[in-house]
């Protein structure tokens, strides 16, 4: 057994790109773990007078003189259009110090450090694009985590009982499946009142997406269960007396953990952008909390993102966590795979 | 003699065809009971019947299987699963598919004590430990940290056998017990099945279809064909002085 572990782990680490993907993935998540330390400013401090404010870095130099890490202030005068442009306000100087205050960069009141730029109200995108990761990332986890509890205990169930069980189970299972997965979860939040706070928002997103999503995946497992309980290891087990919920979840559902492992891998992308599209509906999570989804309601006309191309960035990390995630799953499927292994080395 | 097992009657149909006709068979206590018969005879639909582990497509039409005075086959399941495993023990003919590949044997054996006992871990592990030594397996702990595929053909069904034996039943059912297994193993646990039936007085109901095999292992025979018991009787009888046509033939095969 731990030489088909290791076997498993050979074969996903002789693709580089899966590898890399993975690193990119746990980058993200400990980036969202440790967001309070990792971000500059609060999610929600904002300042109106630096309104899509440019990037701006931290500064070495002052009047071609080395000095202590600072920040430059900013104001702004218009242009022709009417529009802001930011200049250095090379008067005052706000210094930066590193692993400060619980933080990694703490940079000094009123100064601010903008390093992806600003969004309309004047708040930190890099900073909310790592606390919105905390939200996006881990409702994929949740969800996959409560959906496939269920869609492995109800197929598990079907398939290990048949019969009438099975028949309800699956007739069950094809009311969620009959419904387009998106008007579902539209009808499901609408269900739902309106005034919930964001912790209420999460956790009702999560069970919207659980729910969605057991289903398919029940039906799978049913149909891996039926050909499972008739091997002979479970006649022995039922023989020797092993009450049948235990033969289930010791006998039946371990042997369907290479296809779910992989399922599972395929379906957090799913969940991630579907909490992505309700949040940029305005039906997820309400800002001033963010997610990824809900940072891109600004992206939404096409005026801001002439002047301000970078509150695009939140997309460009979706689109690469779904891409990991893709990518690493896909990885994994051949990994477990032994036959395609054997394959590979002839 | 004292029977431990009666059954009467038994008839199993799958939809109007008829798998066991009208089968009775008792088997007394501290014997060994040989079962003969070629494919499709109904001798595995008996053992299973016995245990009420009957594919879903078979009906048992009649009859009543008596063991410690119960009838197995009107008995509620909570009170069957006391009787399987623990009373009734059952050694199949392909270890290898009968044990769970993702367990170690040890953990496998320690899932029926669980189950019949209340035992502490400690003593389960102890227990585990004799059953393995007292089915003639030399090193008891590491055979009880392998996996399934990585031990011999003979080593397997010994873990086989322990695994029947472990609830400490008074009668097992062995079905192609030795079929897989190639001559001098085979010869092997034929004495380990016959020393348990000495030592500890279990009963054996012993499925399979050579004949010179159970006539050597068993007290009595029972010849089946086309669902039906054609010859019952003692073992050297049966050889030295068959009845049936149908025996008359096996043993001229043989």
């Known amino acids: ?346 | 003699m004292k029977t431990i097992l009666d059954i009467k009657n038994l008839t199993v149909n799958v939809g109007q065809d008829k798998i066991l006709n009208n089968v009775s068979l008792s088997i007394p206590s501290g014997k060994i009971i040989g079962i003969v018969g070629g494919s499709g005879s109904g001798k595995t639909t008996l053992g299973l019947s016995v245990l009420n582990l009957l594919p879903t497509a078979m009906r048992v039409a009649a009859g009543s299987i008596i063991f410690e005075g119960k009838d197995l086959l009107a008995l509620p399941s909570p009170a069957l699963r006391c009787i399987r495993g623990f009373k009734i023990g059952m050694i199949f003919q392909e270890p290898l598919s009968a044990f769970d590949p993702l367990f170690t044997i040890g953990a496998q054996l320690d899932e029926t004590l669980a189950a019949h006992t209340t035992l502490h871990v400690n003593q389960r592990h102890e227990k585990i430990s004799a059953v393995l030594k007292s089915v003639e397996i030399e090193d008891p702990d590491r055979i009880a940290d392998s996996y399934p595929h990585e031990l011999s053909g003979g080593l397997r069904q010994r873990a086989m056998i322990a695994q029947a034996i472990i609830g400490g039943p008074r009668l097992i059912i062995a079905d192609e017990a030795t079929s897989s297994l190639d001559v001098t193993i085979q010869a092997k646990i034929i004495r380990l099945l016959q020393r348990l039936n000495q030592e500890q007085g279990i009963s054996i109901l012993f499925i399979a279809h050579d004949l010179g095999l159970v006539s050597f292992l068993a007290h009595e025979v029972a010849v089946m064909t086309q669902g039906n018991i054609v010859e019952y009787g003692q073992a050297q009888e049966i050889l030295n002085d068959p009845k049936h046509d149908y025996t008359k033939a096996l043993l001229k095969a043989y």
């Open chain 1, 1 to 346: 057994m731990s030489s088909q572990w290791s076997m498993i782990v050979s074969s996903f680490s002789r693709r580089k790109g899966a590898v890399i993907c993975l690193w990119i993935l746990g980058a993200l998540y400990l980036l969202a773990l440790i967001a309070p330390c990792i971000s500059v400013h609060r999610y929600d401090d904002e300042d109106r007078n630096l309104s899509y404010c440019p990037p701006t870095t931290v500064e070495f130099f002052h009047n071609g003189h080395l000095s202590a890490p600072f920040v430059y202030g900013r104001h702004f005068t218009f242009d022709e259009f009417h529009r802001r442009i930011y200049v250095m306000d090379k008067e005052k100087r706000y210094p930066v110090r590193f692993f400060s205050q619980g933080q990694l960069i703490h940079v000094q009141e009123p100064g601010r450090l903008y390093l992806l730029g600003a969004d309309s109200r004047g708040r930190d995108l890099f900073s909310r694009i790592v606390y919105g990761g905390r939200v996006s990332l881990s409702i994929g986890l949740l969800g996959v985590f409560i959906s496939f509890s269920l869609g492995l205990l109800v197929g598990g169930i079907a398939g290990y009982f048949g019969g009438w069980i099975d028949a309800v189970l699956m007739r069950i299972c094809e009311m969620f499946m009959l419904v387009p997965g998106f008007y579902l979860l539209l009808a499901l939040r609408s269900a739902v009142p309106e005034n919930f706070n964001s912790v209420q928002v999460y956790v009702m997103i999560v069970v919207i997406l659980a729910l969605i999503g057991w289903a398919s995946l029940a039906r799978i497992i049913r149909g891996m269960a039926l050909s499972l309980k008739n091997r002979d290891y479970v006649a022995a087990a039922k023989l020797l007396g092993v009450p049948d919920v235990v033969i289930i979840i010791r006998h039946i559902l371990p042997h369907t953990v290479s296809y779910s492992l992989v399922a599972m891998m395929l379906t957090i992308p799913g969940y991630i952008l579907s909490e992505s599209g309700l949040s940029l509906l305005g039906l997820g999570i309400q800002d001033p909390v963010p997610s990824w989804g809900n940072l891109l309601t600004e992206a939404m006309a096409i005026v801001p993102i002439s002047f301000a191309p970078w509150i695009l960035i939140p997309g460009l990390v979706i689109f690469v966590t779904i891409v990991c995630f893709n990518v690493v799953g896909d990885a994994l499927r051949d990994a477990l795979d032994p036959m395609l292994v054997t394959d590979r080395n002839t």
